[in-house]
């Protein structure tokens, strides 16, 4: 949820911008951005985690409704 707070700062205090769990990001009902987590499983045991955070920062141009950026909201 970093990348919840850092939004945040950069829009403001907005309630528009929520986090649907588990793990998307939105702006109004536009998709934002999203978490990624993936974990590599050895004989029953967690022996690597990854994690990615995607945001949409400057397109403008979605080629699927139902998407935003930084760009278009600023």
């Known amino acids: ?3 919840f707070f850092t939004l ?3 829009i403001g205090d907005n309630p528009l911008l ?4 588990p793990n998307d990001l939105y702006f109004e009902q536009h998709k934002l951005g999203g978490i990624l987590v993936n974990n590599r499983v050895q004989g029953g045991e967690v022996k690597a985690m990854f994690i990615g955070i995607g ?7 979605f080629p ?9 909201i600023l």
């Open 8 to 10: 945040k700062k950069w």
């Open 18 to 21: 929520k986090v649907k769990w």
């Open 55 to 61: 945001l949409n920062v400057n397109h403008l141009d």
């Open 64 to 72: 699927l409704p139902g998407a935003t950026s930084l760009a278009a």
């Open 1 to 3: 949820l970093a990348e």
